[in-house]
């Protein structure tokens, strides 16, 4: 599993961040575009990319994209 | 394995009924516009049916019972099973489906009883006339499934309010030799019980002084512990994986020939989840009908509610065969396939 793509993929969910402020480091609670429902994107995402289901808590869990990178790269 | 056939028994007839009364998503003052038209853009959910303080689910449902009963002029003393299937009875007890069947005018030899099941409720509620009524031989059977959950969701709480809307069904059942089968897979997975629950007012958690109290939970979401909680994420995470699950084990299982099926209707929960089981199931857009946009998640009347406003003209008189998928709240799950069924569709009826 790729960094790279991972970050691609996330900023992809986005609509209004600028992609160059998607990180690994990026606390992703804290962008403006982030809520409840770019929480279910997130979700779907592992699922069509990863094949991984994410739960309700692996996110509240999670603060930084690394945080959420590692959990899908242990569960794939 | 929750998987099996009954064969002989016929779906005659579906109606629905919902409240007049309808709510605009875009009209509420619980978020922002823009926080709305995210919502409708993601949920699909525009306008939603809500009924009045003086309306219970047993009521929309009864009146839908009426008007099948009446349009297929069935007599009511033959009817041996009424499964009342909904987590909005008028009472903690008794049952609704003994008030229904009193109501109903139905013989008082006739057994009754409720099944307080959710999204999974319409799938299991055929299963359980189907069965019964082929192991007993009964000749006429009825199930009226439906929810009034905008009862039980709190008002300032943008994680529920938006998405639920109030409908009842009502479907009948026949013994019929020349029926095709129907075949079942059915599920369960308890350990998530607690993704959509009330935590208060049934016997673990009797209503104390502390039940009404609102607590802010977050921004936009303040709720008591009589209200329904719904944890989006996990319910989102177990739909998109179960749904696919469950629907290709049925056709796995009995050999079902996708092609063959004219459509998949399914519990509608939100646009996006019901998207993302559809694509992943590859089926094609225009066998799966949606009814979210003008009536919203509906419990256990979604599946019926989208047969009627949205199919009824493509399988009044003609014989289809029918996919259904029901999944959700317990968390359980249920799909089901029928041939060659011939429904009556009765008009959608407003109360």
Known sequence: ME???????????????????????????????????TALSLIAMADEEYDV???????????????????????? | MAAFSVNDIAIKGIS???????????DLELITQEEI???????????????????????????????????LNWHKDEIEILVFVSQ???????????????RLGLSTQCMAFDVPLGCSGYVYGISIIAGMMKTAGFKKGLLLAGDTI??????????TLPLFGDAGSATAFEIDEKAGNIFFD???DGSGYKTIIVPDGGARNRINEDSLKVNKIEEGISRSSCDLVLDGMDVFSFGISQGPKTVNKLIEKFAIDKEKVDYFIFHQANMMMNKMIAKKL??????????????????????????????????????????????????SWGTMFVEDAKIECLDLIEL
């Open chain 1, 3 to 37: 960094m790279n793509t991972f970050l691609q993929n996330f900023a992809d969910i986005l609509d209004e961040t600028d992609a160059i402020l998607i990180t690994q480091e990026t606390v992703f609670r804290d962008l403006d575009e982030w809520n409840s429902l």
């Open chain 1, 53 to 76: 289901k994410l739960t309700g808590d692996d996110i509240k869990s999670s603060n930084s994209l690394n945080d959420i990178f590692e959990i899908i790269k242990n569960k794939g």
């Open chain 2, 16 to 26: 629905c009924c919902v409240p007049k009364n309808t709510e605009r998503n875009i």
């Open chain 2, 37 to 71: 038209r995210k919502f409708i853009e993601v949920t699909g959910v525009e306008e939603r049916r809500i009924a009045t303080k003086e309306i219970s689910t047993s009521d929309l449902c009864c009146e839908a019972a009426e008007q099948l009963i009446s349009s």
């Open chain 2, 88 to 102: 909005t009875g008028d009472y903690l007890l008794p049952v609704s489906a003994s008030i229904l069947q009193n």
């Open chain 2, 150 to 159: 905008s009862k039980i969701v709190s008002k300032t709480d943008k994680s």
């Open chain 2, 186 to 188: 059915l599920g369960t």
């Open chain 2, 282 to 331: 590859k089926l094609p857009v225009e066998k799966v009908p949606y009814s979210l946009k003008h009536f919203g998640n509906t419990s256990s009347a979604t599946i019926p509610l989208t047969i009627v406003s949205e199919l009824k003209d493509q399988i009044l008189n003609q014989s289809s065969n029918l996919l259904m998928c029901g999944f959700g709240v317990g968390l």
